[in-house]
């Protein structure tokens, strides 16, 4: 009974993301996804995370829709992959990332897209986003990002993020990785 009426709620809930998945071409018009994808972020409770999951299922390289992306959390490019029953915490912003299988990320987590997204020129001016370098992130199956964490690099399967911890280097799997910058503190069954 529990499972057909999710089916029901994602039919319905696709039906109503639709339009805004076409007027953004998918997610091809960068700046209309952008704007949809904000919106989606405002939508409370249950409804707005089925919302969420639709208008990413239709937009998002790829996304299961047995997920839950919490309020105020959104995809700032459509060059992203969301695996089966990954959770998002309220209040994270992912570039262009791929989470792996029931990895769980926790309220306030920025995943940004690398390291190298607004260079300087030669005389040290900030050069705009357009000259900058967008790196994919991967973080692999079965990792927890703790709360307020900042990732510009890949992180392995079954890896834990600590709270608040930077991730500047890759991190291995099966690590504990805590602090700024993140290091390897043990192997996530020590922790």
């Known amino acids: ?36 994808a904000q919106l989606c972020a405002l939508g409370p409770g249950y409804p707005g995370d089925y919302l969420r999951m639709a208008f990413y299922k239709m937009t998002l390289q790829s996304c299961d829709l047995e997920g839950r992306i919490q309020f105020g959390s959104f995809f700032a490019h459509p060059q992203a992959q969301m695996g089966r029953r990954v959770y998002i915490g309220s209040y994270c912003i992912l570039g262009r990332v791929s989470l792996g299988e029931r990895t769980q990320i926790a309220s306030g987590v920025q995943i940004l897209s690398g390291r190298r997204q607004h260079p300087r020129d030669a005389e040290g001016r900030l050069l705009g986003s357009d000259a900058g370098a967008f790196d994919p992130i991967s973080i692999g199956p079965d990792c927890w990002i703790g709360a307020g964490a900042i990732v510009m690099a890949d992180i392995g399967a079954n890896s834990t993020v600590g709270s608040g911890s930077v991730v500047v280097h890759p991190v291995p799997a099966a690590s504990v990785a805590v602090g700024s910058p993140a290091r390897v503190v043990a192997a996530s069954g020590e922790a």
């Open 1 to 36: 009974m529990k499972r057909a009426l999710k089916a029901v709620l994602h039919a319905i809930f696709l039906a109503l993301a639709f339009p805004m998945a076409l007027l953004c071409l998918f997610g091809r018009a960068e700046a209309v996804f952008r704007f949809f």
